[in-house]
């Protein structure tokens, strides 16, 4: 089989809880991923996807376009939600995609691309489809019927750092989710946030003086040269920010 190359878009998936699931079902849980197999592969192979991979509960596949894999997100959640599974048992799954330019080798996709689209999906809970910045902007209002979107907002996750992540909500199946899995920030993310909270009060404060007048010194600068000083004031104090920018850059590298 021939994996798409170019611009592609990734569709993780994966049982929530499925240790949960076995312990509770026994044997009865190899029918449940018998049938959760069966149902997303009809539903991705004929939204033209790809299978890529598959590890136990869980599928990779890719979309030549982003509408299609979104569908087939949608329509695969549908199915999942529509079907009686054995023993009475609650399976959801969760849901991540993400489109990028992978390069494709002897043993499929290689690239960033792949781990950010698992760990879009690996942030997510079981009935959630995360979709990541990239591909939000490739589907723009172009979404299945009964979809909305919903901004999570800029998360930090595993090994990605920064990624503005988007969720596609059923109208059926509306519910709040839990906060996303992602990483807590380390002490240069906090230190840096801290930098940036002190320069932008500092600069506020300096620049309010240049123009104002405020304090003795501006007042009497003001007086003698006018506009001219405030000018050269507010150069110096460019100069002063960027330096201190620098320096909060210096610290993150540093941790």
Same mark, same amino acid.
């Given at each position: #089989?021939t994996?798409?190359?170019?611009t592609?878009? $990734?569709?993780?998936t994966?049982?929530?809880?499925?240790?949960?699931l076995?312990?509770?079902?026994?044997?009865?849980?190899g029918?449940?991923v018998a049938?959760?197999?069966?149902l997303?592969?009809?539903v991705?192979?004929?939204?033209?996807?790809?299978e890529v991979d598959t590890q136990?509960?869980a599928? $990779?596949y890719s979309f030549?376009r982003a !509408?299609?894999?979104?569908r087939?997100?949608v329509e &695969?959640q !549908?199915?999942l939600? &529509?079907?009686?599974?054995p023993?009475?048992?609650g /399976?959801? /799954?969760? #849901?991540?995609?993400h489109t990028?330019?992978p390069t494709?080798?002897?043993?499929g996709?290689?690239g960033l691309?792949?781990?950010r689209?698992a760990?879009?999906?690996?942030a997510?809970?079981?009935g959630?489809i995360?979709?990541s910045?990239t591909t939000?902007?490739l589907? &723009?209002?172009d *979404?299945?019927e009964g /979809?909305?979107?919903r901004? *999570?907002? !800029?998360q930090h996750?595993?090994?990605?750092?920064?990624?503005?992540?988007?969720e596609?909500s059923?109208?059926?199946?509306?519910?709040?989710f839990?906060?996303?899995?992602?990483e !807590?920030?380390?002490r240069a993310?906090? #230190?840096?946030e801290e930098?940036g909270?002190?320069?932008?009060?500092? /600069?506020?404060?300096?620049?309010?003086?240049?123009?104002?007048?405020s &304090?003795?010194?501006?007042?009497t600068?003001?007086?003698k040269?006018g506009?001219?000083?405030?000018?050269?004031g507010l150069?110096?104090l460019?100069?002063?920010a960027?330096a201190i920018v620098a320096?909060v850059?210096?610290?993150?590298?540093?941790f």
């Amino acid at each position: #089989m021939t994996l798409p190359g170019g611009t592609v878009t $990734f569709l993780f998936t994966d049982i929530e809880g499925s240790t949960r699931l076995l312990q509770e079902l026994g044997e009865d849980y190899g029918q449940v991923v018998a049938d959760h197999r069966r149902l997303l592969r009809d539903v991705f192979q004929a939204g033209e996807g790809r299978e890529v991979d598959t590890q136990g509960d869980a599928f $990779f596949y890719s979309f030549a376009r982003a !509408r299609d894999a979104v569908r087939a997100a949608v329509e &695969g959640q !549908r199915k999942l939600a &529509g079907h009686t599974w054995p023993g009475g048992a609650g /399976v959801r /799954v969760r #849901m991540g995609l993400h489109t990028g330019e992978p390069t494709v080798g002897e043993e499929g996709y290689v690239g960033l691309d792949v781990v950010r689209a698992a760990r879009i999906c690996s942030a997510g809970h079981g009935g959630q489809i995360l979709v990541s910045e990239t591909t939000r902007a490739l589907v &723009g209002n172009d *979404l299945p019927e009964g /979809v909305s979107v919903r901004d *999570l907002g !800029r998360q930090h996750l595993k090994d990605i750092q920064h990624e503005h992540v988007y969720e596609l909500s059923l109208d059926e199946g509306k519910r709040e989710f839990p906060p996303l899995k992602v990483e !807590r920030k380390g002490r240069a993310d906090a #230190m840096a946030e801290e930098f940036g909270r002190r320069i932008e009060d500092y /600069v506020h404060q300096q620049l309010e003086a240049a123009l104002t007048g405020s &304090g003795p010194a501006n007042t009497t600068k003001l007086a003698k040269s006018g506009l001219g000083i405030a000018a050269g004031g507010l150069v110096v104090l460019v100069l002063c920010a960027a330096a201190i920018v620098a320096i909060v850059l210096l610290v993150k590298l540093a941790f």
